[in-house]
């Protein structure tokens, strides 16, 4: 099955349905936004970011039995920013970006994960990094990041191993085109291949 979300009731809801677009389910039907549901590796939950809790993007998992919700949606995280764009490792410990207002327009971005046992640990200390994708092995962890190349910074994906320790490992950049901003990796079932979404800037570094 796939999972999306959608304003299609009306407000933003986690939806499912069948690769033919048969089956079309409402999993959340709240009235607070709901975004970026992501399958756990053996598909019995979704985990997403939702703000039905204080108004700001906290993660939610919900439990899933033959496409249907098995229960209510329980609560991941609740920082004092936006957790969003989760991935899910096979040991259950989901990664995600924490976003948090530094001015009165700017933000940064680091990755950050929830451990299995509810403790919140940092992979990344940002400041812009985000789409975190774990392959499917959980060994490898992918993610957006500025890279400056010829004076000036563009979003690159970059990788790095996951290591279960508190201190951030040494990421290498996967892609160097300062013409274009790279987002929103992908990784293949098998594993052998990474996809992403590529813009082409315009005049003054517009997209």
Do not use: K
């Not at 499912?16 to 999993?27: A, C, F, I």
């Not at 607070?32 to 590796?41: E, G, L, Q, R």
């Not at 499917?136 to 279960?164: C, H, I, K, N």
């Amino acid at each position: 099955m796939i999972a999306f979300d959608s304003e299609s009731d009306g407000n933003r809801d986690i939806f499912v349905m069948m690769p033919d677009g048969s089956s079309m389910t409402n999993l959340t039907n709240h009235g607070a936004n709901d975004f970026d549901p992501v399958w756990s590796p053996d598909g019995s939950a979704i985990v997403f970011a939702s703000t039905r809790d204080a108004g700001h993007f906290d993660l939610w998992r919900l439990p899933l039995a033959e496409g249907r919700a098995a229960g209510s949606p329980s609560q991941l995280t609740s920082g004092v920013g936006h957790e969003v764009t989760p991935t899910v490792a096979p040991d259950g410990t989901v990664i995600y970006a924490a976003v948090t207002q530094t001015g009165e327009t700017e933000v940064e971005s680091r990755l950050e994960e929830r451990r299995p046992d509810g403790s919140i640990h940092l992979v990344t200390e940002g400041p812009a990094d985000t789409s975190p994708a774990l392959s499917p092995d959980g060994a490898t962890l992918a993610f957006s990041r500025p890279l400056v190349q010829a004076g000036a910074p563009s979003a690159e994906v970059w990788t790095m191993p996951r290591e279960r320790s508190d201190a951030p490992a040494a990421a290498t950049p996967v892609t160097a085109l300062p013409l274009t901003e790279e987002s929103g990796p992908v990784w293949s079932r098998d594993g052998r291949f990474l996809f992403a979404t590529s813009l082409l800037r315009g005049e003054a570094g517009v997209l």
